[in-house]
């Protein structure tokens, strides 16, 4: 999934070599209320790439609970130093964006140092590389108080974290492709047209020319054609995970035993419901 492939000539050999040289960045959905699948889909990323490079925390995960890992996980994206970017270089990248959207930009959420993601004057992405692979979870597309409210609003334009966050990709961390892992995420809804988008729409702002590579739930068909529409995503379907019963464990499990033996015993002999289970 990860490997990229010259359209224009398969045989040229010049083109294959700029391909096994590729960067790919992998972005993480920040829907509301889905980080704590994220380490799931990083341990998967490493199992199926074969990147030994890709593993923040080292060693076999599936042993720690699972709020623990992706805690850690989450924490080994912010901990570098690497993905930032100065509120200087954020303007001069900033004076390439339409002037138009600049404006709304600063009449909804003020000046770039005033973002909540500013520290010591600089933005800083929870992002970490491993080889060629760029693993991140980007800002919040609004405030983080109203996430549900800010999702999905036609008219707010992102933060300036994320603005800086996709002019970030583009053109200092050079990214070759963006992975975009979790259905459904912020950049196909971002303000602009609904088709044939121009330089002033904001999903064209934070992607630019970035090829999307998007696994997509294939029963979500509605979302997944708003994606090939606006950030003209490469969707992968997928069907959902088979569901299956998850188990008890620990105390949970000795409890939920005792309870099936005393519903039992006081189907069989009414006079055993006194006694006590320890």
Not at 37 to 51: C, D, K, P, T, V
Request: neutral net charge; aromatic residues 6%.
């Amino acid at each position: 999934m990860f490997e990229l492939h010259s359209q224009i000539d398969r045989d040229d050999v010049d083109a294959r070599r700029q391909a096994q040289h590729a960067r790919r960045e992998i972005q993480e959905a920040a829907h509301p209320g889905r980080h704590q699948r994220f380490g799931h889909r990083l341990r998967r990323l490493r199992r199926h790439a074969q990147h030994a490079q890709l593993d923040p925390l080292g060693g076999d995960h599936r042993r720690h609970a699972v709020g623990r890992v992706n805690l850690q996980v989450i924490d080994a994206l912010a901990a570098g130093d690497e993905a930032t970017l100065s509120i200087g270089e954020y303007e001069t990248l900033l004076a390439r964006v339409p002037d138009a959207a600049v404006a709304r930009l600063r009449d909804a959420w003020g000046e770039p140092a005033d973002d909540p993601d500013v520290r010591d004057g600089r933005f800083r992405f929870r992002a970490q590389t491993f080889g060629k692979l760029l693993v991140a979870l980007p800002p919040d597309r609004g405030r983080t108080a109203e996430r549900r409210a800010d999702y999905h609003d036609p008219l707010l334009p992102p933060r300036h974290a994320l603005v800086a966050f996709g002019l970030w990709l583009q053109h200092v961390a050079k990214a070759d492709a963006l992975v975009h892992m979790g259905a459904h995420g912020t950049l196909e809804w971002l303000p602009g047209k609904a088709v044939a988008l121009t330089a002033e729409c904001f999903p064209e702002i934070v992607t630019g020319a970035l090829p999307v590579i998007y696994p997509f739930i294939v029963s979500n068909p509605g979302e997944a054609a708003q994606a090939k529409r606006r950030i003209a995503g490469l969707t992968i379907g997928h069907l959902p995970p088979q569901l299956v019963d998850g188990g008890l464990s620990g105390e949970a499990r000795e409890l939920e035993r005792l309870l099936d033996e005393y519903a039992q015993a006081d189907g069989l002999d009414r006079r055993r419901r006194g006694f006590r289970f320890c």
